[in-house]
Nanobody
Framework: QVQLVESGGGLVQPGGSLRLSCAVS????????IGWFHQAPGKEREGVSC????????YYSDSAMGRFTISRDNAKNTVYLQMNNLIPEDTGVYSC???????????????WGQGAQVTVSS
């Protein structure tokens, strides 16, 4: 059974950091790209970052560039999203998803986690 489970969310003050983890099971992680997506309250889901199956290629949204870092440890079947200099606009649910490549369209990601809540507030 394919499963992705996010963890590491929580409440953080503006300027703080969080590291999200996406633990996968039921499939071979090194065959898939993993993307992170953000859904702010009342808004549509948007792509934040993606890492290719071999880790050689990474992609970031304009908002995430320079603040977030995506990485993967295939031996641990886990993908990480290090988020620094968090701002209130980063608040929302963060989900990881698997796909054959880092596609620009969320619907091409076939397996999704349940999401982790991140709240940036003073």
């Amino acid at each position: 059974q394919v499963q992705l489970v996010e963890s590491g969310g929580g409440l953080v003050q503006p300027g703080g950091s969080l590291r999200l983890s996406c633990a996968v099971s039921g499939f071979t992680l090194d065959h898939y790209a993993i993307g992170w997506f953000h859904q702010a309250p009342g808004k549509e889901r948007e792509g934040v970052s993606c890492i290719s199956s071999d880790g050689d290629d990474t992609y970031y949204s304009d908002s995430a560039m320079g603040r977030f870092t995506i990485s993967r440890d295939n031996a641990k079947n886990t993908v990480y999203l290090q988020m620094n200099n968090l701002i209130p606009e980063d608040t929302g649910v963060y989900s990881c998803a698997a796909a054959e490549g880092c596609y620009p369209v969320a619907t091409l990601f076939t397996s999704w986690g349940q999401g982790a809540q991140v709240t940036v507030s003073s």
